[in-house]
Every structure is written in C-alpha cells, then in structure tokens.
C-alpha cells in the first residue's frame, strides 16, 4: 500500500529494497520524476528528457534532467519554464544536455551511463579575488563541500538548499 518494496528476513526482519514506482525523496519531499519529464517533454524545443535523482559526495539526493534538443531549437532556459508550472522542490538542480539518453540493450534508460554532475561540479564565471569574495567562497566551499566556487555561481544550482542556506548565513554571520 506504501509503494515501497520489502522482504521479510528469515529472523523476521523488514529489508527494504526500494520503491515499486519510481518516486524519488529529495529532501523530505516525495517526487515523481515522471510529472517532471512530462512537462519538459511538453517543450517545443525538447526532443527527449530523462529526469532522476543523483547523489553528491555527501550521499545528498539532488534531481537532474538529461535533455536532448531537436537539432535545430535554441536552447531555452528550462528551471524559469518550470518555475511557473512546479514548486521549488521538483525543479531539478542540474540540467545536463545530451546527444542522446544511452539505453540498455532492452531500450530502458541506462543510468549507468549518465554523467553524475553533482561529482563534475564546475565553477562559473570568474574566480573570487577580493578579500571579501575570498571569504565567501571559502564559507560556501566548506558548507557546500564544493571547492570550485565562482562569484557568479547560483547558490542553489551548485547544491545548495534551503537548509544549508541557513548553515550558510550562520557561518558568514558568525
């Protein structure tokens, strides 16, 4: 009835296994990938989309969609296009475009095979220089457990959320 998936253990144990669907939680709240696919497939310039949860170094679970633009679509801004339709939660962090979504031999997603961006992370635009900027970087960095932060950097799109914003304002206040 829950949706997830468990055996009893032969000491009378529960192990669970998973989830019977593939609804993900992302910071304590329950998400279904598939609402957010089909409202990026929905795109005029999107040919195909993949949306799944991913891990960071911290074993935090953050959503990222791979995107395969037709040939000929200029790419759009896509987290501004779902701002309107979802709440915060189900944007995805990443949006990672794509050639193509690899594929098991039996034609389903593989996700073995999907670049994992939360392990890539890269920093934008300029690096901080000032003393200031310094000091910012380095709090975000530690909070962040990212060390390439760039002063253009979207706080949230690096893996930032509202619970580490506040770990954040404590230590800049601090």
């Known amino acids: 009835r829950t949706g997830d998936k468990a ?58 969609a791979y995107v395969v633009w037709h040939e000929s679509a200029e790419r759009a801004d896509l987290k501004a296009y779902l701002q309107d339709k979802l709440p915060a939660y189900m944007i995805p962090s990443w949006i990672v475009d794509m050639p193509k979504i690899p594929l098991t031999m039996n034609g389903k997603v593989d996700r073995k095979a999907l670049p994992n ?9 300029r690096t901080p220089e000032t003393e200031m900027e310094l000091a910012i970087a380095g709090i975000w960095a530690e909070v962040l457990r990212n060390h390439s932060i760039g002063v253009e950097d979207n706080f949230f799109e690096v893996g930032g959320h509202s619970l580490k914003a506040s770990m954040l304002v404590a230590r800049i206040r601090k």
Request: glycine share 8%.
């Open 117 to 125: 961006p939360a392990l890539e992370q890269k920093q934008n635009g």
């Open 7 to 64: 055996k009893f253990r032969t000491n009378g144990e529960i192990e669970f296994l998973g989830r019977l669907d593939q609804q993900v939680k992302i910071r304590g709240f329950r998400v279904e990938p598939g609402e957010i696919e089909f409202l990026l497939s929905a795109h005029p310039h999107i040919q195909t989309v993949h949306v799944t949860d991913i891990e960071n170094q911290e074993a935090q679970k953050y959503l990222c």
